[in-house]
């Protein structure tokens, strides 16, 4: 408890509002964003200006390690989601001296970084082989089994995720996404609730996605 007070007198603190920007892509920042309450999501632009998000950061979680470690300008822009979004910033140096001090947090530490590297690596096959429907199933079997609430079978998703959203996650348009998961609850796959979006069969969801995985 000592070490956690310590680190958090260490840190900088702000609010942000809905949709502020934390952290700037190409930024020569290297602060760590810890979020404390609320939500932020990692995204880049295209040439063109077309949204491309990446992933969500919960409260407990957090973000700009990377550029905290090898020194060179932001990878992505992250923004808050949640109205309120509270941060605790953290230097780079003291990051490091952590780092360096806990074997176990380093060893935490290589274990993110490496599933960020198989994260990066799916997405990139699946956008390199996969139609758009498919990545949208992907794309929802990925959400089912890291922000879905799981009750035997099912998963309830929570808070519904935004097809727009799930179309800059995927490359697609908004349409696509609409009407794909219009389809998977015509089929009985997918059913919306008020409060969130049920996958009620998990485990077909996954079977949809390998079959095409393995036969592209």
Do not use: Y
Request: proline residues 3%; hydrophobic residues 45%; glycine residues 6%.
């Amino acid at each position: 408890m000592e070490q956690r007070a310590a680190v958090a007198r260490q840190c900088r603190w702000r609010r942000f509002a809905q949709d502020e920007q934390l952290i700037d892509h190409w930024a020569e920042t290297g602060d760590v964003a810890f979020i404390v309450e609320g939500r932020a999501r990692v995204v880049s632009h295209s040439a063109g200006g077309r949204e491309i998000s990446f992933h969500d950061v919960e409260a407990g979680e957090f973000v700009g390690e990377m550029s905290a470690l090898d020194g060179r300008p932001r990878s992505a822009s992250v923004v808050a989601v949640a109205e309120g979004t509270l941060i605790a910033f953290l230097a780079p140096r003291p990051f490091r001296e952590l780092i360096a001090g806990h074997p176990a947090l380093a060893m935490t530490m290589m274990a993110r970084l490496c599933d960020k590297l198989r994260v990066a690596t799916d997405r990139i096959m699946e956008l390199s082989t996969l139609g758009a429907n498919n990545r949208v199933h992907a794309e929802l079997l990925r959400l089912a089994k890291t922000r879905g609430r799981a009750d035997g079978r099912a998963a309830w998703i929570a808070p519904i995720p935004v097809h727009s959203d799930i179309a800059a996650r995927v490359s697609t348009t908004r349409e696509t996404v609409a009407r794909v998961l219009s389809d998977l609850t015509r089929d009985g796959l997918v059913e919306r609730r008020p409060d969130a979006l049920v996958v009620r069969d998990v485990a077909r969801l996954e079977e949809m996605v390998e079959d095409v995985r393995g036969g592209a």
